[in-house]
């Protein structure tokens, strides 16, 4: 909805500036071609002027100059001039249906409005009066009269008069946009949801007919092969859990009879050496099938969760006592430090103690000469809880931290690390997954060794995240 509203809100400001601008264009290109019209000939004030200071009297006539003659020829013009009597005393071209004598109504008559539905306009001359004509219907003449009031009061009335078309402008754009949003509307939401992976079916009439029926095609295609690989997933999975569970039993019988010939006594040392490998070997492939088990579990969300508040300080004394009694060399140091101890999270406990093995376990496989191993918990100020691994040992390259929580011989990681399968990683940050949380690995402290941040959402008081 948010993103709908930030179309039709562009989509009203772009139609109002358009406006303003189709506005403010039309009026400049007005403006400059009634300037350009006016100014393309000399308007009738000016050929009054010229004629009335190129009119001149020699002995008994009158005379007018060579240019003003031309210029009245150019505009087809014609001209007079009357004395105080109404008497034309001289005239140029004047038309056979003009009269030769006038009185003061007539005089006032044409000089507001024509004279024989010639245009006219008259310039005082120190003889009388100037009239000059124009071709019938070639001018327009009005008068206008206007109140000082109404005058004064006309910038308030176009700004007045600008702020209802923009108003109108609005209103418009508004009903224009609500209804277009009415046909966009549908399709956002099923982009959204395609996004989602949901099954969409969009009216396809309408002015978006077309995109709708795409849409809805990318839909019936996108839940075709969700389906379909969410069906090779799950046989994948039951592939291979099928294969563990095969594996197992001839497994644990190898195991058996490894361990009792490694105990017997009747059998030569060598012999019983062969089987102490045997079992040792057996014991690691054991590991690797359940470890893959579960990874693929976790991999396609078919791993059950046996969800319970759960205290992390407590898991972590649980793993470093596990360690610690298991006989871990002298040159590993173990040290704890939890704060906020009383916070709980809701997880499967099995699940987060075998990703708190496998982060320390890690830093002990991959540092064979010894290092220390610190396991911290913390509360953020956003109240996330964060469980944290870190050793100052040997630690990854930075350009394979980003691709070492993948599985192995994937796109993203085409091989595993020196020792192990490879698994021990992407199966914590799976287990993080599925409750919600995130593996965040980095360099240690002063850029030696790994960095294994665990963050979790808190369990609230009523229970939930």
């Known amino acids: 909805m948010e993103g709908i509203i930030r179309i039709l809100r562009r989509f009203v400001t772009t139609t109002i500036f358009i406006s ?37 009297k020699q002995n008994d006539s009158y005379r007018i100059d060579e240019d003003v003659a031309m210029l009245l020829k150019r505009n087809q013009s014609w001209a007079m001039l009357l004395d105080e009597d109404g008497h034309v005393r001289w005239d140029y071209h004047l038309p056979d249906d003009v ?3 006038y009185n003061l109504v007539d005089v006032a008559k044409f000089s507001r409005y024509y004279l024989m ?15 000059v004509g124009y071709p019938k219907e070639s001018h327009w003449k009005y008068q206008f009269d206007f109140l000082s009031d109404w005058v004064s009061s006309l910038p308030l009335k176009l700004i007045l008069l600008l702020v209802v078309n923009v108003a109108l402008t609005l209103l418009i754009s508004v009903l224009i946009g609500m209804r277009l949003i009415r046909g966009i509307r549908p399709l956002v939401e099923g982009v959204h949801k395609l996004a989602r992976e949901e099954k969409i079916q969009l009216d396809s009439k309408g002015i978006f007919g077309d995109l709708a029926h795409s849409i809805n095609s990318a839909s019936d295609k996108l839940q075709k092969k969700t389906d379909a690989l969410k069906t090779k997933d799950e046989a994948r999975s039951n592939w291979i859990a099928g294969i563990s569970h095969d594996i197992r039993t001839p497994l644990s019988m190898i195991l058996g009879y490894a361990s009792e010939m490694e105990d017997g006594s009747e059998l030569p040392m060598e012999q019983r050496y062969q089987a102490g490998i045997i079992r040792r070997q057996g014991e690691k492939l054991r590991s690797l099938v359940s470890d893959l088990n579960l990874v693929s579990m976790l991999e396609y ?3 059950p969760l046996h969800l319970k508040s759960i205290r992390l300080s407590v898991l972590a004394r649980q793993v470093v006592a596990e360690f610690l009694n298991s006989g871990l060399d002298d040159q590993y140091e173990i040290e ?3 704060a906020e101890e009383a916070v709980k999270i809701t997880g499967d406990e099995k699940l987060l103690l075998r990703a708190i093995r496998n982060l320390v376990n890690n830093s002990v496989r991959h540092n064979p000469k010894g290092c220390k191993i610190i396991l911290e918990t913390f509360l953020s100020e956003d109240s996330r809880y964060f469980f944290v691994v870190s050793d100052n040992g040997r630690g990854v390259p930075q350009e394979k931290l980003a691709e070492i929580t993948e599985l192995p011989y994937s796109s993203t990681r085409k091989q595993t690390d020196d020792q192990g399968h490879g698994l021990g990683l992407p199966m914590v940050a799976r287990i993080l997954q599925a409750h919600h949380g995130h593996l965040i690995l980095s360099k240690g402290t002063n850029q030696k060794g790994l960095k294994a941040v665990m963050r979790f959402p808190v369990q609230s008081k009523n229970g939930e995240h």
């Not at 400049?28 to 009335?52: H, Y």
């Not at 539905?117 to 009239?131: I, M």
């Open 117 to 131: 539905e010639y245009p006219v306009y008259v310039w005082e001359h120190d003889d009388g009066l100037v009239v």
């Open 99 to 101: 009269p030769q004598t």
């Open 301 to 303: 969300e078919m791993q």
């Open 336 to 338: 704890l430090k939890l």
């Open 20 to 56: 303003i601008f189709l506005l403010i264009f039309n009026l400049v290109l007005l403006g400059t071609l009634v300037f350009k019209e006016i100014n393309q000939s000399p308007s009738p004030e000016d050929m009054l002027r010229q004629v009335a200071e190129g009119l001149g």
